[in-house]
């Protein structure tokens, strides 16, 4: 699942921005539950994203969905002996899973929308218990097979009632491709858990994340939520500090290439907006609207060294 033969996927400057960003919201929430969670991913052959989970969250049940490489690949390579392998599609692994208990799921696609994704979404969302935050990541690119955008009829006839009714007919314009795909990943997500509350469940789905980035030339949409009982609001989660949750419009994560030199500047004086404007801004060594983006971002930023191992 994940795009390792072309790019090391821990170097992915943006990515690992979300990445941050979603582990520092999980663990806020994990707090309000106080659940034993289970994680379901893609590890790849990096499993980046379970290294973080498994050393920051403390979940010891881990299962990694991935079919490129080899078992004994996936097997010698896992940093962890608690990772469990699922060698096997998506869609079956999801199936044989048990999904009744307290679970974090990040179904990280790296190609483009497909509507197999929304059969994982839907064995999902069928299932996961109050507590439970569904996560989908995906290639923003709605393009046919000729590789030209899509137009609505085409996005219609390849997604059929997946589509938004009211939709615009430039919906899948580069523009305006990562709003589309984030709406008909979040309509689905409702669509199951009322759904459920139509067969007597008390449950709602809250959406949380509702990002956008691109890295290295790829257009990325992350969408995802939680399934919270009809007697519990966003706000008992304690999540208002946390800027990027639950945003109206899509939220971009885009982080300016400052020098360490810069980096290190700022963040001293991140507290002086005088001094920064003065210093930096003023002589032209960063601008106000990197500057601007770089305050959103700086406690998930990383850091990268060369190291000799």
Known sequence: MKSTNSINYELRPNKFVERRMFVSSLARIMGYFKQKYQYIGFGGIAFTDFKLIHKELNIEELH??????????LEFNKPYAQIQIEHDDSTKVLTKLDLSKPTIIWLDYDNRLEPFMFDDLNIVLQDIPIGSIYVMSCNSILKNND???MSLAELKDKFQDLVPFNISEDCCAEKNAPKTVSRMIGDAC????????????????????????TDNLAPMVTYGGIVLSNDMKIADLQLDDFSFINTDDIYEINIPNFTLREMSYINHSITDEEKIHHELIEKSIVKQKEYENYKKFYKYIPNYFDVRI
């Open 64 to 73: 990694s969905i991935e079919k490129m490489y080899s078992k004994e690949k």
């Open 147 to 149: 590789n030209e955008t």
């Open 190 to 213: 409702n669509k199951n858990i009322n759904n459920r509350s139509l067969l007597g469940e008390k449950i709602h789905f809250q959406k949380l994340y509702n990002f956008t980035y």
